[in-house]
């Protein structure tokens, strides 16, 4: 039997669109015949759509935990509609025949069962699989190029900085657009996101004022990643393997693409894991020409918070799954870490879902930092380098949350130490106004998840609230 | 660590980064900090490493090689690292409580479900107010996040979407949300505020009452009105609802007077009648209308029968005729939907007399009586309006209706076209002729009906609908039981086609041929007539075969130009059609265009599946 929720369904959607759609499937009764196999491995149906015959979507859930989802449907979207509506129709209760498995299905779960078998044969059997083969003449001549395209870029920002921001006009954005381009040539991805950071923040500022002190800084990030990103490289060259650096966030910065491959064997992987999410944000970045999902994360043994960041590229918006807020406990076999310090990204191919029990949710609170002043230090520590992530998410314990005269709010944990609470303007969300609709007893003895940003312009080191764990009770204040 | 000065660094380095780092050589201010540094420099390296820095941006030792841009940035990655870990975490001042409403509702939405919501809501552009009102069924604005914009959608530009939120999202809160909505509430605010205490009215019970008397007495206009209306339910507040009926705003009385014919005691009423005489006469006729009061009523109704002697009496005084038409028209307006006996004899008088009263008083009068006896049900009144229909011929829906309601089916063909028969039959006769076009159409008024309604969309997105207009006949029973089987006969005879398709039977011929004959005279696509004939024709029980051949040979010439999209009764008939019309369908398809020729190609595309289907079946 398949046991499945309309929740779990949501999960599998690429968007809210197509969950849309798959219930209007259902409620419109477009689905002709709903079958299942006799074993309840597999669901199958028909459905109208608006070609001349029925599309023929069925899911399989041989493997419980990988259902595979096929339509045959011209949709590019994946899992689409027609699939994803059968699993509404199941969750909604509509009756099911039983009937034989179609002979494509059985053809299809015979090829996957092969390719299975060849896998596990050979991890059995060659034990690693063989390293990739690394042409090292070809990797020698891109890191010359980068090292070339940042020579490019110190030169184009030197001669901003000499002629002053104050004299930025349409010419110079122009040609600062064209460096972008041009690092892309150079295979500086991350240097030419940063770049485009830079030209978007000086082109479509109405108040150049305001802007001038994140101009600043962005500088200063720049300087500071062509500074180590040359020493990075030179020394990369006179290695005679070549190798990533694989402890600092060097390599992300110049635009490299972690594989999962390259991650384990520098030993960033971890097994059986498991994951909470504490909170979630999509926001659209615009100087990746991106939008980001990012899902903050605790780990169950260890207390570690991480980030998981999805990037779908504007071209692929719209065919790639947007993430969503995750209510279930994950259980992880090979957990992949990136380099960094706090908050480290992490990626997974596979992953076992189970509900979260409430007294679990309890649990998570003992991880909660006890003591603002070594939070606060260490997230100072980070701060520091510019490179490292610039917003840090910690778990805090909150004995109560008051109200200064300036109407800030103030959290402090039991020792009295105090930290300002302020909603980050620049991820456009606010979770404070909230604050006024929670009662004394979900403002009292309580885990927050935080976000940290300094402040270059008021000089303040401020928290944004995004989560509270009161008791059993998960009150996600952002997504 | 002296932050202060690393700050007033910072404002400097932005300043030099704003002017350009080639001015920054020798720079003053920067010159006159640097001493600063190189003090605090001999106890804390890092202002010694500032100010090094400091020196080699404004007097560089090697002027061969100085680069001030590299200088500066050096300094100025120093500095922001710097600056990052001296990051003020501590209040300002005093801490005390927090201020808070709690209200009992959680966050169990996710982002993608969230976030669209938000977006409707934050936003502006098609479709928002589906997004909302679905969202509202879904129970999704128990979610906490969701509150805050619930209130703000008050504001929102697109009005049902402000009202949406007024009338159903926020009493859902209940109570809870009363204090919230206090807190923001500004009684001296527009229309947003008027909404809002509209919530906290409704939502907030004798607890508020207190608040909305105060916004009664000292709001903006709009906010004073709602709050006027919002007191009529409150008895205590009578003697002030009498005060605000003199306010000097308009607006105010207005909602004074409503509120006080809801109230419905004896003073509201007494007060109400009062303002008849002076200058409020229109707004407290308009109250009046609504309050149920006998006694104003008889009063109304007293002071009618005045008006009109008077009328008859000013005949000649232009200046105090007008006077009392207008106040007549009040009284009028005040006693739509009221009965009375006097009210009825006053009536029953004015149909009489109708040629004294439309010199005297006018239509508006006669229009009234006519309004009020065809819902009187008595032969009387009957009588009174055939009376009044021999006066003017816009009496005859009155007087038809009326008899619909009271004559047996015989007589009322009897009245209506039997024992006149020969009249309706003069053509020449430009009166009659007017007459009769006016008969036919309160016929069909009674029978026949257009309303849109929803198909789906099953040759563009299926899965949605599409409003199509369609057309409704009264169903066949309903027509042998309250028609005379002897109408069909004489709408045939003066060529009524609608109405002949709502009576027509199959058993008879006459009609069947009549309509046959109709339809084969159809040349224009978009004629009126077209979708009424194809449902006459099924209910004269012409084989369907005939009946579709006949539609083919309309879209076959199509005339009529660019037709749009086929209407409801068209479209069914077109899902009828059996599978020997496909090559016919599939030559006429290019010469349609639009949703016209995606609906065909709909059609075609069914009776392919369909062929496909039996093949197999045939085949197993």
Redesign the interface.
């Given at each position: 039997m398949i046991e499945i929720t309309a929740s779990y369904v949501d999960s599998l959607a690429s968007n809210a669109a197509a969950i849309k759609n798959a219930q209007g499937l259902v409620k419109k009764r477009s689905f002709v015949q709903l079958h299942q196999s006799e074993d309840g491995t597999l669901l199958f149906a028909e459905c109208k759509g608006s070609g001349s015959s029925n599309y023929q979507c069925s899911a399989d859930f041989i493997q419980p935990d990988k259902p595979i989802l096929r339509c045959s449907c011209p949709s590019r979207q994946l899992p689409c509609k027609h699939a994803l509506g059968l699993l509404y129709a199941y969750t909604g209760g509509e009756a099911f025949t039983t009937a034989a498995v179609p002979e494509d299905i059985v053809a299809k779960r015979e090829k996957a069962e092969k390719r299975e078998e060849k896998k596990s044969q050979q991890t059995s059997q060659g034990a690693e699989p063989k390293p990739k083969k690394v042409n090292k003449t070809a990797l020698k001549k891109k890191v010359q190029s980068q090292l070339e395209g940042l020579d490019v870029l110190e030169k184009l920002l030197r001669s901003l900085v000499r002629n002053g921001l104050g004299t930025m006009d349409k010419k110079v954005i122009k040609t600062m657009q064209e460096h972008v381009k041009q690092m892309g040539n150079y295979y500086l991805t991350g240097a030419q996101t940063e770049l485009r950071r830079l030209t978007l923040l000086l082109s479509d500022a109405d108040d150049r004022e305001q802007i001038y002190t994140d101009v600043g800084e962005q500088l200063a990030v720049m300087h500071a990643f062509i500074k180590k990103g040359r020493a990075h490289l030179t020394s990369k060259l006179e290695d005679p393997a070549l190798a990533l650096d694989h402890e600092s966030t060097i390599e992300e910065w110049l635009g490299h693409a972690w594989q999962l491959t390259d991650l384990k064997e520098y030993g960033l992987m971890k097994e059986q894991v498991e994951l909470v999410q504490l909170a979630f944000v999509s926001y659209d970045d615009s100087a990746r020409q991106e939008y980001v999902d990012e899902g903050y994360w605790l780990e169950r043994d260890s207390g570690e918070i991480h980030r998981t960041i999805q990037y779908r590229p504007y071209k692929a918006a719209k065919l790639m799954r947007e993430e969503d807020s995750f209510f279930d406990a994950v259980r992880i076999p090979s957990l992949y870490q990136y380099p960094g310090d706090m908050n480290r990204r992490v990626r997974w191919e596979e992953m076992a879902v189970r509900p979260l029990e409430s007294h679990e949710t309890l649990d998570i609170s003992k991880y909660a930092e006890r003591s603002y002043t070594d939070v606060i230090k260490k997230v100072k520590t980070q701060l520091k380098n510019p490179l490292s992530h610039a917003n840090p998410l910690v778990l805090l314990h909150v004995a109560e949350v008051k109200q200064s005269n300036q109407d800030e709010v103030v959290i402090a944990d039991e020792s009295g130490q105090h930290l300002v609470l302020r909603d980050h303007e620049s991820n456009g969300h606010r979770t404070l106004p909230l604050f006024k609709h929670l009662s004394a007893s979900q403002l009292e003895d309580i885990s927050m998840l935080v976000r940290f940003e300094h402040d270059m312009d008021t000089g303040q080191l401020t928290a944004m609230p995004l989560t509270i764990l009161k008791d059993t009770e998960m009150l996600r204040l952002l997504y | 660590m002296s932050?202060d000065l690393l700050?007033e660094l910072?404002q400097e380095?932005?300043r030099i980064?704003?002017?350009?780092?080639?001015?920054a050589l020798g720079d003053y201010r920067l010159k006159r900090m640097l001493p600063q540094f190189l003090q605090l420099g001999e106890r804390a390296p890092i202002f010694k490493r500032l100010g090094e820095g400091i020196a080699a941006l404004i007097e560089p030792k090697d002027a061969e090689n100085y680069?001030?841009?590299?200088q500066?940035?050096?300094l100025?990655?120093l500095l922001?690292?710097?600056?990052?870990?001296?990051?003020?975490?501590?209040?300002?001042?005093?801490?005390?409580?927090?201020?808070?409403?709690?209200?009992s509702?959680?966050?169990f939405?996710?982002?993608?479900?969230?976030?669209?919501v938000e977006e409707a809501l934050t936003t502006t552009g098609s479709n928002r107010y589906e997004v909302v009102a679905h969202a509202f069924e879904e129970g999704m604005f128990r979610d906490?996040?969701l509150?805050?914009l619930a209130v703000r959608a008050l504001g929102d530009p697109y009005s049902e979407i402000a009202e949406f939120a007024m009338q159903k999202i926020l009493p859902s809160y209940g109570a809870e949300v009363v204090p919230?909505l206090i807190d923001s509430f500004d009684p001296m605010g527009g229309k947003v505020e008027s909404r809002k205490l509209q919530v906290i009215g409704q939502a907030g019970g004798e607890d508020v009452l207190d608040l909305i008397f105060q916004a009664a007495e000292a709001g903006s206009e709009e906010v004073r009105v709602t709050a006027i209306r919002l007191l009529a339910a409150h008895a205590s507040f009578a003697s002030d609802l009498l005060t605000w009926t003199r306010d000097k705003k308009k607006s105010i009385r207005e909602a004074a007077y409503q509120a006080l014919a809801v109230m419905n005691d004896e003073a509201a009423v007494e007060r109400i009648y009062e303002a008849f005489a002076g200058k409020d006469i229109e707004i407290a006729a308009e109250a009046a209308a609504k309050c149920s009061s006998e006694q104003l009523t008889a009063w109304l109704v007293r002071d009618l029968g005045e008006e009109l002697k008077h009328l008859l009496e000013y005949k000649e005084d232009k200046k105090k005729a007008e006077a009392s038409q207008k106040k007549m028209r009040h009284v009028l307006t005040a006693l739509e939907g009221k009965r009375s006996d006097t009210l009825y004899e006053l009536y029953l008088e004015v149909s009489r007399q109708y040629s004294l009263y439309i010199s005297s008083a006018g239509l508006d009068l006669v229009d009234a009586a006519a309004h009020y006896l065809e819902h009187e049900n008595s032969l009387e009144a009957l009588e009174a309006l055939y009376a009044l229909e021999q006066h003017n011929m816009r009496y005859l829906s009155y007087a038809f209706r009326a008899s619909f309601r009271q004559l047996s089916p015989s007589a009322l063909y009897e009245h209506y076209v039997h024992s006149i028969r020969n009249k309706w039959k003069m053509k020449t006769n430009k009166e009659t002729q007017k007459k009769l076009k006016q008969f036919l159409s309160i016929l069909e008024e009674q029978v026949i009906a257009y309303p849109y309604q929803l198909y789906?969309n099953l040759w563009g997105?299926?899965?949605?609908s599409i409003y199509l207009s369609t057309v409704e006949m009264m169903p066949v029973e309903q027509v042998a039981q309250l028609w005379d089987s002897r109408w069909l006969d004489w709408l045939i005879e003066i060529q009524a086609t609608h109405l002949v398709c709502v009576f027509a039977r199959p058993d008879h011929t006459e009609s069947q041929s009549f309509l046959t004959e109709r339809m084969r005279d159809m040349t224009d696509l978009r004629h009126p007539s077209l979708d009424i004939l194809l449902l006459g024709l099924e209910r004269a029980g012409v084989d369907a075969s005939i009946r579709l051949e006949l539609l083919m040979n309309v879209l076959e010439q199509k005339r009529g130009g660019n037709l749009y999209s086929f209407e409801g009764p068209v479209l069914e008939n077109l899902y009828q059609l059996p599978l020997s019309y496909q090559d016919r369908l599939a030559d006429m398809i290019q010469k349609y265009r639009y949703t016209a020729r995606e609906q065909l190609q709909y059609v075609w595309?069914e009776m392919?599946?369909k062929k496909?289907e039996a093949v197999v079946t045939d085949s197993v």
């Open positions: - | 932050t700050q910072h380095l932005r980064y704003i002017a350009g780092s080639d001015l680069q001030s841009a590299e500066l940035q050096d100025n990655l922001t690292s710097v600056l990052r870990t001296q990051g003020i975490t501590t209040p300002q001042g005093e801490l005390r409580p927090l201020e808070n409403h709690p209200v509702l959680s966050t939405l996710s982002y993608r479900k969230l976030a669209a906490l996040r509150l805050e919230y789906p997105s299926p899965g949605e595309n392919e599946r496909h």
